[in-house]
């Protein structure tokens, strides 16, 4: 314990004199050594054993937090580019711990999140086109419950009904998702969508700090890949709670075995409902989310395609567990980009039939091989690995 | 009676007639896969479009209608075989959501490269009858030679996969290894050769059923075409019971026939928030289907 302690300071003490060098303003450097001195703490505490089996609520805080801060700070480095595609990702991981922990806890399974994140995408467009200049977070407030309300109306057959059928209705839903919202066509604005009246820009603070835009980096796309992270690390926090919370154990037991679960008093469709509106609420969260950062929505975007994207980042990343959910986002966040390089380096025509159903070939691909040959996906190998070390 | 005939109720009976029997063909397949593998293909229609894309774009556009229907049939079997006993086989005894993850992979793949061959662009297929609707004094009936062929059609499939089930050894052996593949096993049937010829003859049925949608002027063939023909035929199979093929075939029916009532009462938009009404109330009501029985479950 005495050397783990005196480890930590001197380690301590040189990551503090190592940044407060480096940095040419008084007021960053001091900020910057602060961080720096929190940062060292935190692994010093995560490196101990005793702490994360006894304090599993700080450990869950300061791994949530060393996952933003490092999120944050790289948001600072990058280029616009990068800095949109994490934000659409980083909306994205919200979207798959839903779906995550629907799937991973009461075992049901939904194809329908792609019109969940709708149902939050348009109801964030359609409250800031009738009253302007609404704060972000009661709009985000908003949307979470407008999807916690479709998911309920959705959740409400889950309560006598298992796997496939559920699977089905949700199909269903995805699928006339479009038609749904030309139904209210006067208000979705039909099928060119919605525009919000005006972008989400950074505020003073942060344009203070970050007086260089530059051509490659505005401080507008810093701002929303910011938000889109801390809001990533909220829900990313409540869900790790969850997962080990009584509610969370419960719904394990209903996804393993329901009969038994009825039997030690646990309400099935309390928890079966329950696990939906959570999901459909995350959903409809990164959805509002994208309205903000795309500055638009339109009713393309959420057709049956995406939700089954969502659900094929979710079983590569690793279904049931909160790095897949994670390792699925940053996947969505840079698949594009990957994609371009192998249509670029293949000699592909990019205007190409072949080129432009790659994604769809790969993705399709990848979630067959990974449900028959590694079920726990991504997340589920690195663990294998992990417990098999020799160190 | 030709007032009668050409009257708007008639002409909505006749309509949803049409449109009814393509969904309870949808449902007919997803019940024939269901009950003998408990798996809801949900690459049904994936593979339906596919095996019409081979039957109607790989063949040269001017063969014989007939010709590339056969053809179309026979790639759709044997699709189902590949699938059964490629993907499908790995996925017996998994948790009951790893094949429904594997059937919408497989689905992906299946647009995918469709898309990749053969553009998302709709390619119209031609039609062997007529699709211009009989007349009666001088009025529109709401039944062309076209959509007659597609109702016989539909029922002829109908009954050929009702006469294998109940009049011939195979339709025995099926049956048999669906209800307790243990003792079947024992008595000699060869399950997993079932298993695959449960799936072959679904995707047959489905093969048929895309050259039917396809048909259709409006819509035409893309690797998209089934999607919403799908999610309406499973509707259709959950309402009727997934476990039973007289549910699925008289829910399909009765389906396309309430749709076509809203379509022309209220109007088009509304058929599908009718038809998710509909498929959640049935479902909370009787979770097992309109025709199936009760059965109990184990801990």
């Known amino acids: ?391 | 009676m030709d007032a009668f005939l050409t009257s708007r109720i008639v002409s909505d009976i006749l309509g949803g007639l049409t449109n009814g029997v393509i969904y309870a063909l949808v449902a007919l397949s997803l019940v024939l896969i269901w009950r003998s593998t408990r798996i809801l293909n949900f690459a049904q229609g994936a593979m339906a479009m596919l095996a019409a894309y081979v039957g109607f774009a790989v063949l040269a556009p001017s063969t014989n209608y007939w010709v590339s229907m056969a053809v179309a049939i026979v790639a759709g079997v044997a699709l189902g075989a590949l699938t059964e006993r490629t993907v499908v086989r790995l996925l017996y005894g998994k948790p009951e959501i790893n094949p429904v993850v594997a059937m919408v992979g497989f689905l992906l793949v299946l647009e995918s490269v469709a898309a990749a061959i053969w553009s998302t662009t709709s390619r119209s297929l031609p039609t062997p009858f007529s699709i211009i609707d009989w007349q009666l004094a001088g009025r529109p009936v709401a039944m062309s030679p076209f959509a007659l062929y597609e109702v016989v059609t539909a029922v002829v499939v109908m009954v050929v996969v009702a006469l294998v089930f109940q009049y011939t050894s195979v339709g025995l052996q099926l049956r048999a290894a669906a209800l307790n593949p243990e003792v079947s096993r024992l008595l000699g049937v060869r399950v997993t050769r079932m298993l695959t010829l449960g799936w072959m003859l679904a995707s047959g049925v489905g093969a048929v059923t895309a050259v039917l949608v396809a048909s259709n002027y409006f819509t035409g063939l893309t690797p998209t075409t089934m999607d919403g023909v799908f999610a309406f035929g499973f509707i259709a199979a959950a309402v009727g019971g997934l476990d039973s093929p007289v549910g699925a075939l008289v829910a399909g029916v009765l389906l396309g026939v309430v749709f076509q009532f809203v379509g022309d009462f209220i109007n088009s938009n509304a058929i599908i928030l009718v038809a998710l009404g509909l498929l959640i109330v049935s479902l909370m009501v009787r979770p097992s289907g309109l025709f199936t029985r009760r059965t109990e479950r184990r801990v």
């Open chain 1, 1 to 391: 314990m005495a050397t783990r302690i005196s480890a930590i300071a001197v380690a301590l003490v040189a990551a503090v004199a190592a940044v407060a060098f480096g940095v040419p303003t008084a007021r960053l450097r001091i900020v910057l050594a602060l961080i720096a001195a929190l940062g060292v703490v935190a692994v010093a505490l995560l490196t101990s054993a005793r702490v994360r089996a006894e304090h599993p609520v700080v450990t869950r805080t300061l791994v949530t937090v060393i996952v933003v801060a490092v999120a944050l700070i790289g948001t600072a480095r990058f280029s616009t580019n990068v800095d949109t595609d994490l934000s659409l990702g980083a909306a994205m991981t919200i979207v798959l711990l839903g779906l995550s922990f629907l799937t991973g806890s009461s075992g049901q399974i939904s194809l329908g999140n792609g019109a969940f994140m709708g149902v939050g995408a348009f109801t964030v467009a359609i409250w800031a086109n009738h009253h302007h200049a609404s704060p972000l977070i009661l709009v985000l407030v908003l949307a979470v419950v407008a999807g916690a309300a479709v998911g309920f109306l959705f959740g409400l057959p889950a309560t006598r009904l298992r796997g496939p059928y559920l699977a089905g209705m949700t199909l269903a839903f995805a699928v006339a998702f479009g038609a749904i919202l030309n139904v209210f066509g006067s208000w979705t604005g039909g099928d060119s969508g919605l525009q919000l009246p005006s972008a989400e820009n950074a505020p003073h603070w942060l344009v203070h700090l970050y007086p260089a835009s530059t051509a490659s980096l505005s401080v507008n796309s810093v701002w929303l890949a910011g938000l889109t992270v801390v809001a990533a690390g909220i829900a990313l926090f409540f869900m790790s709670n969850l997962f080990a919370s009584r509610f969370g154990r419960s719904m394990r037991l209903v996804r393993d075995n329901d009969v038994a679960a009825e039997l030690v008093g646990i309400s099935l469709p309390r928890a079966r409902v329950a696990a939906f509106v959570i999901s459909a609420a995350y959903a409809a969260l990164g959805g509002g989310l994208w309205t903000i950062v795309n500055n638009a929505v339109t009713p393309s975007t959420y057709g049956f395609a995406l939700s089954i994207t969502i659900l094929s980042l979710v079983v590569i990343g690793g279904i049931g567990t909160i790095p897949g959910a994670i390792i699925g986002g940053l996947i969505y966040a840079y698949s594009n980009s990957a994609i371009g390089w192998i249509t670029a380096h293949t000699g592909l025509s990019p205007q190409g039939n072949v080129a432009s159903q790659l994604n769809g070939i790969i993705f399709g691909t990848l979630l067959v091989l990974t449900i028959v040959f590694a079920p726990l996906g991504i997340s589920g190998a690195l663990r294998r690995l992990w417990s098999r070390r020799t160190w």
